[in-house]
């Protein structure tokens, strides 16, 4: 049974376009975040959501849309696709306390031409 | 200013050997947690080892131990006995406060390539 599993794994896309990638935890954890890994492997916080709430929301173009349905999805929907967001996004999830590791997804490594 | 600190981009170890992994880090929160992930190249990020501020003793996990030195700042991963399925990026990570909404900050990553 995967723990987080988002979808899909790949995604070429053409620049414009408007994609989504999904995003479901069935570890019962109750924080959820959207990661941008660059080509350098640097990892960056986009989103956080806790019990469905929004709380944290770093400096993302706004054409990045997260959405969580409930506490088990985050999906993130990405309009007007451009060459610069080509990257791994991670989907984790984790119990939102401070001694706890945060669990990935196998990450979407988008490439938009 | 960097919250957390790996220096070195890249490193190289025989086969069987120890190898540390550098991180530093900077809070002024007493209470914080550290991380350490691999990512292989494969590319999924896989929890290694966990250690509180405020624990006594270091962290272990396997062949994977954690060189916890609050007054310095630094939470140095050791890996003993090194094996060709080590080679990976490693990354260190913080956990700070509920100020922060617990947010995982995270280094740069060190390349870990093992040589038979």
């Known amino acids: 049974d995967t723990a987080v599993s988002q979808t899909p794994k790949y995604l070429v896309t053409q620049m414009g376009n408007d994609k989504s990638i999904k995003c479901e935890q069935n570890?019962?954890?109750?924080?959820m975040y959207w990661y941008k890994q660059d080509s350098k492997k640097f990892l960056k916080i986009m989103f956080s959501?806790?019990?469905?709430?929004?709380?944290i929301n770093e400096t993302v173009p706004n054409r990045f849309s997260p959405k969580s349905p409930d506490k088990a999805h985050l999906n993130l929907h990405i309009n007007s696709l451009e060459l610069g967001d080509s990257a791994v996004y991670f989907c984790?999830?984790?119990?939102?306390?401070?001694?706890?590791?945060?669990?990935f997804g196998q990450g979407t490594r988008l490439t938009v031409v | 200013a960097q919250k957390i600190t790996q220096t070195q981009p890249g490193m190289f170890v025989q086969e069987k050997e120890a190898v540390t992994l550098d991180c530093t880090y900077d809070?002024?929160?007493?209470?914080?947690?550290l991380f350490w992930y691999k990512q292989p190249s494969s590319g999924e990020m896989i929890f290694l080892i966990y250690?509180?501020?405020?624990d006594q003793q270091n962290a272990t996990e396997g062949r994977y131990s954690l060189n916890f030195q609050k007054a310095r700042k630094s939470a140095n991963l050791v890996i003993s006995a090194s094996q060709l399925g080590d080679s990976a990026m490693y990354f260190c990570?913080?956990?700070?406060?509920?100020?922060?909404?617990?947010?995982?900050?995270w280094g740069a990553g060190t390349k870990l390539i093992i040589k038979p």
């Open positions: 250690q509180g501020s405020y």
């Open positions: 959501y806790n019990n469905k709430e929004l709380i």
């Open positions: 809070t002024s929160d007493p209470s914080y947690g």
């Open positions: 570890l019962g954890h109750d924080t």
């Open positions: 990570a913080m956990r700070e406060s509920p100020d922060s909404n617990y947010q995982l900050i």
């Open positions: 984790a999830s984790s119990w939102g306390r401070q001694n706890t590791e945060a669990f």
